[in-house]
Every structure is written in structure tokens, then in C-alpha cells.
């Protein structure tokens, strides 16, 4: 067994684990954060992706005993106030999910994006940076759209008011 | 994944003398191809000494005619630089077509080169610029770090500290993804640092990354893709799989190497 | 709050859970006491068990159970069954042969289930599973259907020696073969249908829970008809009777067929749970997916048209060779024959058609429905010869569709199938338009100009949906009705419950069914909630599949809906005192008819409850109704697909640079939803043209696509923005006019991908998936001469 004390959606947990333990079974299974998924075994659908230390990061391809001291966010912890963060509700108000199962790996990944690539984005960008996530419902043609609406309400709106 | 001991040194002679000591200790840099490995199962070390906790191992520094990166630099570090788009901007569009932005928030460059899957990018990259390896122990030229699939020259105990650079005059890099797995099918990296030209493919040979001579010695008379008319390496030694038979490969190492140059003289 | 209409453009009320990580999947949901179940594979494609020893295992910490085939047996538990009997040419019944949940005696596909190991946790029971020693006597398989029967192939069951499952034909042989001699052109093809891995991004899990004090169990699946789970794991496989066994398929990360089917993994987690005292939950990893969720598609056809001097088509003749794997899964069998050869037809009057299709067992893993099942594979065939023949009598490829197209409803092709509406005219000329047919030849010049080979490609598909009705669908061999079943509850406050026998894993039934009843009953849309997916809560019903949600599932809804309205009028007879003839209920009000006197539907639905305006005894307190609705036909969804693309012949890579998209769906409901919809099927039939492909080693039986290193699911950057619009007859068989929509995307696109990539390259020698490598190679072929040149 290891000890890992970290913060998850500003909240500080410390933990007695098996250090096989991955970050998205700390989330899931010890600490019942259930909105992170799994869904293979090569780090390549994206459906666990979180937030460590402020960048998208696949929690199945951590070992929680890695985020020693980390901060930790997942998409239960976007939504500050009861108010939905303006990427989630982007993908509601552009059916940019169905089944939903992609979905918190869709958001955290496209937070990530404009982190890194600011609020105004184009299809293109999104498409290629949407290289680690796979849905398997939507043809993405929904998400892409979601995205770059997000982007822009992340940014306030100050494009349009600009335009 | 099977059970092991974990340790997280807070220095590097504190994780030499860990691995040192190990009976089948594995260095975890970025975890992104040891951790898939061990969670199939596929690999099963007794002990795990993660570099996460090892100050001094990361950064992207221009010194003088090199460039130098540490071991534990995350990908998007380098791929976001400043410094390396300036110094090598090819190698900053490699780093860019390399997995997927959170596994280039995660992965390293030590952690790559020791790794050295004979379908990764940042190999070609070594072996076409001509880098060294820096290790706790000594340097390592990259003609001698990669010595075949999954296969380098560290020693037990060995852990690479960082890995410089010499600054081409011109370089590229072009790949050809892996339809499935976004690995390189066929990469090409081609050089020119003074009169020497060097070409390292990856992902194509059956025994990793290479250096493509008969294209070196074509482009060497002239820096130009026409230098490379007609010229295709030897389907011997070509990997051949469900995705890309030998012949196919050979072709694909042909078209990357010169869509290379091309993007080397764009510059 | 306003009324959400029939047609509204509304965002989906489910969402807010999936968005904010609320979601309830079968892996989110943990019961007391639970340990973890891993189930021990066959790593050969064929073998004989000689022995399993499982006393190492047994002692491996934290084992609370190894169970093997023989412990099945003991407890009488039978087999997994295949629900659509097929009679072969002969009249002979198809050859099954049994499937037992854990294997007895013989393995017949990689992925197989041989035993299952029990433990506290996930880690303990992965490393007990692998102390589960197993003695096999390797056999030679085979597994593609070419081999299986080549003769002296080794049998995969002994009750089908040959490996034919059956030998089963459609249509008038005699006609279709008169007209082939009197032809004066016939286009032929050999067609390979590839085989699919359906890979919905949740993987199967299961949860069995036992509870000694009631002698009663339930189980949490991934399913998309757990009343049908209910029926199959009780009445047949005998794990529970139904009434003591209670199914729950909570949220379901999508299942595209593959989770209609009763596997083995949930059989033993209901039944693991009793033997071993404890919940069992088991969770599938992506390999096990890739290896023992039912596979789709895999066809191999000879196919060829017949024309007339003018191209008018005489006839349609196909031989098709299907592979269904180890074992026939829940519908297998019902994919290749009923739900492919009457879509035969396609779009157009053709007078004589013949197919048959012989049901090949290999050792490989089972095939079943995916999206689309059967009729993807027929779209295939008639779409890629349409194509070709129009190309081989130097026609343009629409206009010789437009020449052969239906114009006349309704109509009875050959093959079953009475269509009842449409107008593919019309759908055409609008996909003509929107995809700028016009400029192609320009479009063509100017990628050739950069060294690109530029291809556009059409299908006009056909698909059958709302698989019905159920008297017609018994007489096929079906085992089930397919009817659905709807109750609506309305509350006292005259909020509204529907509980229905649909199941949703993706399609929104939450929004579009409330928008119905908000349409409905003039009520907010905020005021109704879908209940669905639990078998103690749902009276019956029959799940999501086929595309039958919109038209059979909401159906009965409408059918309940005015049920509801038929009584309310009752109660506000009794309310407004007037006769209850003269009492109409518009806009959420009823009204007695040239009077202003009137109730809100809220007041009736509280007047019904407390029953003080009426005697009990004439009219019966409460506002609940339910009905079932059976079909009187199937519904004929059909448009048409433009795929423009281009072709790097350097390497063999792909662009889609235009998807136009125009069909006809009868009604719809929410827009938004349709055209997600339509994109996601687009998706998958590109993936099946470009990407995917499972690929077996056809010496050692191995699955060599067993994860996403070797099996291409389409990405982000595959895909363009589709452009996507509809034409609308509505459905005449059902009372809302819908025809369905979701599995249209993927029987139309891969016809679609071909043709342009045919066109590209200039020759049809283009397999599917069409990979990099194999373009490149298609390159690298002489174009074929015109007929014109």
C-alpha cells in the first residue's frame, strides 16, 4: 500500500492504495466520481480524460500514486455555483452527445483545447485536436459544432461584441 | 496490471541507486506506453521508480549550437516552444503529430527514446539530427543509442538526464499514420546541417528506426525532393502487417522523404 | 409554460446528467457485499477441453468462486438461444447447435467462455483467472466462410457436418432466371460485406444480485430490451423465473445491436450470484469487447442486374454466403435472410428477384444485428450494381437510378416487402441540388490539377424499419412478437409518467416521447417524465432496435395518449355536467363543444382522482392507461447519400470533402435529434467503407483487430461537416406518420464511399475497407475503358 494526499474539484482526499491503483479508479472507485469512464485498455478513446494540474490528462493511464499533491478536476467539478460551465452547456444546446458515455472526456478535452488554443476556433483545429477521443455516436459533426460554441462563450461572448 | 512496489525518488541518484538495486525495476517518466503495457499485462516489472518527484529534469535550452531538452519534458512542452520552434521547427511538428494532446500533456522525451518503439516519432528525430543522450553516466551517441526493436544502449541502472540537439540548417519531418493506432507507418526526418544530410525513418523497418543512406548520399549532391526521383529503400528489413505489407511501406518511406525535403526547404 | 410540438427543435431534456458526470451506467452502480467476476477465454479458435483444473485458483486470495460448464450443467441451466427459426430451401429447420453459457467439452472461437473466477476484487480475480489451468487439444479452424465449406473442413458443430446453418432462398427463381436470359445487359459483382466489430463506447457490463430472503434476483445490464433479457434468461435459459427476476438497463453508452443480444457473461452473473452468495459484477476491458461482443455483417455475394436495351432493370439475382460465427446469437439468424433479401429491391421496380443465402458457422465469434443489420448489406449490393451498370452502359449513374426508380405507391416488389409511401424523385432531385452536382466535372479538374483523384458517389437506399407486424413477422419464424407497449400515468397535479418498452441508449427518447405527449395533452414538456429500462417498472415491452422506437414505441404512446384523453373527456362530462359527446379536448383544455365552460387538463386529472363529481360505480376513478401497438406494416425510411471525395494516389489516403444527405423519414419529431441521428450512422457506414475491418488469422483463428492499436475507429478528423435534409411522406401504417431514422446513415453510406472511390480511382476493384494500403494499390490499376470511350 501507498499514501496519496491530493486535491479533486478542491477538495482535499488522501488515500491508503494499492499502487496498481489508476487515477480513474481513485476517481471511480474510491471516491464514487462515477462521471469518469473507461473505455479501453490503450489510452486511446479519451472517454477518462481529466483535468491534473490544469491540463487534460487520460486517468487511465495515471497511477494515482502519480498525482501526489495534484490538483485534480473532473466533470463533476466544472460547474461553479450550480451554474453549468459554458462548454457543458454548449454540447447540451448543440446535441453534441447521445449515448453520453463519451461525453465528460468530450468536455474536459475541449476545455483543454481552448485552454490551449483560445476561444475562437476553427473546424479544422478542433477536428485534429480532437485526435484522442473517440464517440461512436454523434460523427462528431455535433461535438465539433459544441466545441467551437463553447470556445466562444468561454471567451464571454467578446467576439461577437467585437464583430 | 501485477503487483509492484512503488517508489518516488526526489532525486536522481536516490532513483539510480533504486533501479540499481531493483530486481526488474522500470523507470516511469510519462507512463504513456510503460503504463498501457502493464495494464495488459504485457509488461510486469517488480518495482516502479517514478521520476515525477526528480527536480532538475525538465526544460528546453538553446546552448549555443544545440539545443538541449531535458528527459522528463512533457511533449507539450516541446511542442509549444518557443525555443525549439525557433531552433528546430520541425521537430516541434513532430512532437505535434505524437499521440494526442493529453497523451503530450503526459509523455516525455526520455521516456520515449528509452522506450524506443520501432513505430515512434521522437527516434527518427535523434537519429536524423544526430543528438546525443545524455544518461547519469555518460553520452550516448544516437547512431549507437538505437539498437533495434524495443532495444537501446542503456545499461541497468542507466536513466537518461537529457538529450541535445545539434541545430540543422534545415529539417523535416513527414509521417504516414498508422490507420488504427496514429503511430507512424512510415516516418521520415531529414536533416541538412552544413554538407551533411542525414534521413532516419521510423515505423517502416523491422528493426526500428533507421538511417536511409542511398537518400543521405542523393540529397547530399542536391537538398531538393527531385534528388529523390526514383529512389525507394529495399522491401528487406520492411515491417508487413494487416495495415502495410513491405512493398507498401517501402513506398510510403519514398513519398514521406520527399514530402520531408519539401517541407524542409519551405522553412 | 408553452407546449413543446411534434417538430420542435429542442435540446434533450436526459442531458444534464451526462454533462455534468451524473449518468448511471452498470459500471456506476456498486451493490453491498459485491464481489467481481472474470471470466477465463478459450486463447484458441478450436480446441477440446481435456481438463480444467481449477484448485489454484481456488486457494488465490480473496477467491470466492471458480465455476466451470460442468457446474451449468449440474444446475441445469441451458443454453443461450437464437430466437428466428429459418427453414432451409428444403423445409428442413436450421442445424443450431447448443451454446452453453460456460463451454462443456469444446471451444469454438478465441474469446470464448470457459470459466469464470469470482474474487473480492478485480485484481484478485484477474490474477486467479490466470491460475485457472486449462488442457486443450488445439484443433484446425476455420474462419472465413470459403473455408468452412470447402469440402473435408472440419465441422464447428456436429449438428451442421457441412457448417451450413441453412440453405435458405427468397423470390421466384424460374421468373428471375427468364429474365436474366432475355437480357441485354447484365452487370455482375463479387461482394465482400466486411465484418464489424460494433464497439458502443461503454462496454458490456452486468451486475447479478441475489436476495435469499425473497428468493428473488436482478440484474443490472447493458441492454437495449431488458424485458426481453427477462424473457430469454427465464423462460429459456432458466436462470429465474420471470416474476423473480428483475432486469434493470440503467443509462447504456450506446449499443448499435450489440446489446440486444443475451450473452453469456450476464447468464452467469444472475446465476453466479445465487451460487456464490454474494452480487457479481463483471465489466468487459475493450479486448473482450473486440473478442465476445457479437461481430456485424461479413457477407460474401455474387451478385449480378439485369437490364434492357434501354436500362430499364429486368431482374436482380444474388448468392450470398453469410458468416454467422461459433454459435447463432439472439436474432443471427433473421440478419442475412429476412432482414437482407427483401430489401433487395431497393428504391427500384424491379420485376423479378431471386437471392439465397446459405448461414455459415466458423470459429470465429458470433454474428448478429448491427446497425442496420441485413439491410446495410442489400443497400451494398443493389447500390454498387446500380452504379456499375449505369457506368457499363455509359449512363450518368443518377439518371439511370431516376429512370428505375418506384414512382407508384404503394408497391409490392418481389421479395415481401408492400412499400407504402415515398417520393425518391423528389429526395434526388433535392440531394442534386444541395451537393452541386453540376460543378463536379470542375470540382474533378481542379483536384486533378494538384495531383488529386477526385470521386463522387450515390446511394439510394432502402431500409425496413419498426420490424412488424407481429403476425407476419411469426409466419417468418420470428420467436417474439414485435409490438411495443406504452402506460401513461398522469398524476394527480396532471404531471405525466410514461413508462414505455422502449429502451434509450443514445436516441433521446426522453425529449422526443415528452414532446409527443406535450403535444399531445397541451401540457409543458417539463412536466413529463420517460420511465424505461426497468423491468419491475415497465409492464412489458420489447426495446430499441431496428428503428422501431419512433414508430412502434411512440405509437403506443399516441395509442395510450388518446386513451388518456378518452377518459379525461369522461371525467369532465361529469365536471362541466354535459353530455360526453358534446365535450372536446384542444390546447390542453377541456371544453364543452359552443360553450365557454371549460376545465384544464390539470384540473380533470385531479377531478379523476378524487372521484367526487362522478359515481365509482359508472366511471372508474384514476387517469392511467396503457396500450400495446402492433404494426400493420413495416416502415420504408429511404433517401439518398452523395459522397464527393478525393484520393491522394501517393499514398492511398482519403478526404471526404462533401457528405449530402437527403431523406425521408415520414414525420419527425425533433429535428435535432434526427439529424444527430443521421450523422452518427453516417459515421459508422464510412468507418465501414474506410476503417474497419476485424480481420481474423485465417491459420490460428486469432483476432488480429482486438483493440483500437488495429482496429480504425473513425476519428474527428475523418469525417467533414454533413449536410443533411429530409423530404417527407408520411408513413400511412402508423398514427404519427414516422418512418424512422436511425440506422439510416450507415445502410446508405458505405455504397456511397465506394462508388465515389470507384469513380476516383476509375476502376471497381476497390474492397472494403477501402485502408490507405489498399487504395494505393487500387492506384496503382489501369482505369477501366468506358462503354462511352
Redesign the interface.
Known sequence: M?TVSLTVNGQSVTKDI???T?LVQLL?EHLR???????????????C?VHVNG????S????A??C?GAFVT???GI?EGGR?HPM?EA???H?G????????GM?M?AI??VN?KGTALD?AT????????????????????AVIAGAEAMGGGMRQAAE | ??????H?PTSLRQAANLLAKAEDGRV?AG??SL??MM??RLASPGT?I?L??VPGMTGIERKGRSLVIGAMTRH?EVE?SPVVKEAIPALAHLVSVL?????R??GTIGGSLANNDPSADYPAACLALGATIVTNRRRIAADEFFQGVFTTALEEGEIIVKVSFPVPSRAGYEKFRHPA??FALAGVFVAKRGGEVRVAVTGAGDSGVFRWEAAETALQGRFVPKSLDGLKPSTDGMNSDIHADAAYRAHLVAVMARRAVEKALRR | MAVTSIGARV??K????????????V??INRPGQAHAVFVRSPHAAATIKRIDISAARKMPGVVGVLTGEDLAADKIGGLICGWMIHSKDGSPMKAGAHPALAQGKVRYVGDHVAVVIAETL?QAKDAAEAVVVDYAVEKPVVDVASALAKGAPAVHAEAPDNRVFSWHLGDKAATDAAFARAKHVTSLDIVNNRLIP?????RAAVGDYDSGNDAFTLYTTSQNPHVARLVLSAFIGVAPEHKLRVIAP????G?GSKIFIYAEETVCVWAAKKVGRPVKWTS???EAFLSDAHGRDHVTKAELAMDENGRILALRASTKANLGAYLSTFASSVPTYLYAPLLSGQYDIPAIYAEVDGVYTHTAPVDAYRGAGRPEATFVVERLVEVAARQLGQDPAKFRARNYIRNFPHQTPVIMAYDAGDYHASLKKALELADYKGFARRKRESARRGKLRGIGFSSYIEACGIAPSAAVGSLGAGVGLWESAEVRVNPIGTVEVLTGSHS????HETTFAQLVSDRLGIPIENVSIVHGDTDKVQMGMGTYGSRSGAVGMSAIAKALDKVIAKGRKVAAHVLEAAEGDIEFKDGKFTVAGTDRSAGFGDIALQAYIAHKFNGQELEPGLKEGAFYDPTNFTFPAGVHICELEVDPQTGDVRIEKWTAVDDFGVIINP??V??QV??????GVGQALHEGAVYDPVTGQLVTA???DYR?????D?P??VVDTTVTPCPSNPLGIKGCGEA?AIAAPAAVVNALTDAVGHEDVPMPATPQALWRACQKAPRLMAAE
Open positions: 501507498t494499492d499502487p496498481r489508476l471511480r466520481l462515477t462521471g469518469t469512464h473507461v473505455g479501453c485498455d490503450t489510452s486511446q478513446c479519451g472517454a480524460v491540463v487534460s490528462v487520460k487511465c493511464t495515471m497511477l500514486a502519480q501526489e473532473t466533470i463533476e460547474a453549468l457543458q454540447f447540451r444546446e446535441h452527445l447521445q449515448c453520453g458515455y463519451c461525453t465528460p468536455i478535452s483543454d483545447i490551449r473546424e478542433v477536428r485534429h485536436e480532437l485526435e484522442g477521443n473517440i464517440c461512436r455516436c454523434t460523427g462528431y459533426h455535433n461535438i465539433v459544432k | 496490471m501485477y503487483a509492484f512496489e512503488f518516488r516511469l507512463g504513456q503504463l498501457p495494464k495488459l516502479v517514478d515525477g518527484g507539450a509549444n499521440g494526442d494532446p493529453a497523451v500533456n503526459r493506432s496514429r | 435540446a434533450r436526459e442531458d444534464h446528467r451526462f454533462i455534468t458526470g451524473k449518468g448511471q451506467y459500471d456506476d485484481l464497439n458502443a463506447m461503454e462496454p443509462d447504456v453508452g450506446g448499435f476491458d475493450r479486448t441508449h443514445g436516441q433521446g435535432l435529434i439529424e444527430g450523422h452518427g450512422g453516417i459515421a459508422q483493440s483500437y492499436m475507429m473513425p476519428r474527428a478528423e469525417l461537416s454533413f446513415g
